[in-house]
């Protein structure tokens, strides 16, 4: 990597540190004495039309003045944004400015009503984006074209009959099984919402606070996942994310609060954000499902998305509405 830094982007030439954690990119912060930077080796897919696209958001983002910091990709000595190793299989890499803050603790909601309000920015902006480039990521409910050894048929079998490594959570697929079955109905009807460019992928990972003020966020992180799909997706991921949290219910309440002073969902669309909350819980099964299928993650990882996902989904079924009607309440 250090080869590589010096090759394409000699001025940022520096010491690399190896991030830990990330399952679809590995990660290394940059220090040099003028400055610092993020090098990214995407480790999952060698399709260079997805990092143009969020390359293209990226830029098209950082014309505009924004209170929160997004990722600026750097450009090589031969002004291309993006590089394919000749080792490595073949994998990309890019280097983005380093953005000063820091990850939220898990036990920590406070920053939960400036995530609302930057999302409610960041929403609003995108929604005035009409990019040339054609997103390549399919939106959360096309489910069958976005896990192709994941349709229907093996998914079922999955979770009524568990492979070897997964038969001691025969309960825990059942229940999974049992939602994908019931909004694989509802799926159709999600195309006629409201549809814009959204992140995608946010939640607490991917995003930094103030390192003076934990309530503030200073960053929106990780465009990788960004795409056309339903508008109200982008709170569904999120609102999601907070269960199980251990101030869950100020959470979410300040969560909506936030996002509401900047976006106005239509009652439709908050009438869809039970079953997009439970689609995006469905969608990292999949997701993890079809890493297990391909061979490149051993059977720990999917026994714990398993595990995570159905605990998930069980908290969905019982607080689904309530998280519905503090959006109402706050977007009266």
């Known amino acids: 990597m250090e080869a590589i830094l010096r ?3 000699p001025e940022w030439n520096g010491t690399l540190q190896k991030r830990t954690g990330g399952w679809n ?8 004495a003028r400055r610092s930077g993020v090098l990214r080796v995407y480790d999952t897919h060698r399709d260079r039309d997805k990092i143009e ?3 293209t958001v990226l830029q098209a983002l950082s014309k505009h003045s924004l209170s929160f910091r997004v990722p600026m990709p750097m450009r090589t000595v031969t002004g291309e944004t993006v590089v394919q190793l000749e080792m490595e299989g073949g994998k990309y890499v890019c280097l983005f400015e380093y953005i000063e803050g820091k990850s939220p603790l898990e036990q920590d909601s406070s920053f939960a009503y ?3 309000e930057v999302t409610g920015v960041l929403s609003a902006v995108l929604a005035t984006f009409k990019l040339e480039l054609t997103p390549v990521y399919r939106p959360y409910y096309a489910l069958q074209q976005s896990y192709p050894l994941c349709n229907q048929e093996i998914v079922r079998e999955v979770c009524l009959n ?3 490594p997964l038969k001691a959570l025969h309960d825990e697929l059942r229940w999974i099984g049992k939602v994908y079955e019931e909004i694989t109905d509802s799926l159709h009807a999600l195309e ?11 939640n607490a990972s991917n995003l930094l606070v103030k390192d003076s003020d934990h309530s503030q966020v200073t960053a929106l992180l990780d465009f990788e996942f960004c795409t056309l799909d339903v508008r109200a997706m982008e709170p569904a991921v999120i609102l999601s994310g907070f269960l199980g949290q251990p101030e869950e219910t100020q959470a979410v309440r300040e969560f909506c609060r936030g996002f509401c002073r900047r976006v106005h969902l239509s009652r439709t669309e908050i009438d869809a954000l039970p079953v997009l909350m439970l689609l ?6 999949l997701h993890f499902l079809s890493r297990f299928l391909e061979g490149t993650d051993q059977p720990h990882v999917l026994q714990e998305q398993v595990k995570q996902v159905s605990a998930d989904l069980l908290q969905l079924s019982t ?6 009607e503090e959006l109402v309440r706050s977007d009266s």
Not at 192 to 202: F, I, K, N, T, Y
Not at 280 to 285: I, M, Q, T
Not at 319 to 324: A, D, T
Request: hydrophobic share 35%; net charge neutral.
């Open 319 to 324: 607080k689904g509405s309530w998280i519905q």
């Open 280 to 285: 995006r819980k469905v969608d990292v099964f």
């Open 53 to 55: 696209f969020e390359h």
């Open 25 to 32: 990119n590995t990660t290394y912060f940059v220090k040099s």
């Open 192 to 202: 006629e919402l409201p549809h814009q460019l959204v992140h995608g992928d946010l």
């Open 7 to 9: 090759r394409h982007w």
């Open 162 to 164: 568990p492979p070897e």
């Open 114 to 116: 400036s995530f609302g």
